[in-house]
């Protein structure tokens, strides 16, 4: 059995570890110690000291929520958006992603559309009618291609 000192020269900044027989830092390399309530100073990207570990963390969020590095907090995890709306949690603001009353997919970037104009154009963000073959023109009155008013479409030679 070997005998080691009981306490050691260490700094105010530092504790005596029998085990290594060195002298532990108290903190986190960069990070300042605070002997009056024996706590370090975290950054703020992991601002909880944990005094247990003696690491700095983030701090514990409820099952809902979920630590915001860019805001300092604690904050939902999906926000209060409307359907038409994407929830940014970095900047914690609901992106308007759609036209009102539509529904925003996340996991293609599309639109929900009505009948009337039934396709979602990626690139403009708006619903839109499909494009129609043979003249026919658009109807979001009956949701179909038909041909213009006056018009009849002609079988034999697919146009109108």
Same mark, same amino acid.
């Given at each position: 059995?070997?005998? $080691?000192?009981?306490?050691?020269?260490?700094? /105010?900044?530092?504790?005596?570890?029998?085990?290594?027989? &060195?002298?532990?830092?108290?903190?986190?390399?960069?990070?300042?110690?605070?002997?009056?309530?024996? $706590?370090?100073?975290?950054f703020p990207s992991?601002?909880?000291?944990?005094?247990? /570990?003696?690491?700095? %963390?983030?701090?514990?969020?409820?099952?809902? /929520? =979920?630590?915001?590095?860019?805001?300092?907090?604690? %904050?939902?995890?999906?926000?209060?958006?409307?359907?038409? =709306?994407?929830?940014?949690? !970095? $900047?914690? &603001?609901?992106?308007?992603?759609?036209?009102?009353?539509?529904t925003y997919?996340? !996991?293609?970037?599309?639109? /929900?559309?009505?009948? $009337?104009?039934?396709?979602?154009?990626?690139?403009?963000?708006?619903?839109?009618?499909?494009?129609?073959?043979?003249?026919?023109?658009?109807?979001?009155?009956?949701?179909?291609?038909?041909?213009?008013?006056?018009?009849?479409?002609?079988?034999?030679?697919?146009?109108?």
């Amino acid at each position: 059995m070997k005998c $080691s000192p009981m306490h050691a020269a260490c700094y /105010s900044w530092q504790y005596w570890d029998f085990t290594t027989e &060195k002298c532990i830092s108290r903190c986190e390399v960069g990070h300042t110690y605070y002997p009056n309530n024996d $706590s370090c100073l975290c950054f703020p990207s992991a601002p909880y000291f944990n005094k247990t /570990s003696r690491l700095c %963390e983030i701090p514990p969020c409820n099952s809902t /929520s =979920q630590w915001n590095a860019f805001l300092g907090i604690c %904050e939902l995890i999906n926000g209060n958006c409307h359907s038409w =709306q994407w929830y940014n949690f !970095t $900047s914690d &603001k609901c992106i308007t992603m759609c036209q009102v009353n539509q529904t925003y997919f996340v !996991t293609n970037h599309t639109c /929900s559309c009505n009948a $009337s104009y039934p396709y979602f154009n990626q690139t403009s963000f708006q619903c839109q009618a499909p494009v129609c073959p043979f003249g026919m023109q658009w109807t979001p009155i009956f949701y179909r291609c038909q041909c213009p008013s006056g018009f009849f479409f002609n079988t034999t030679s697919f146009v109108c």
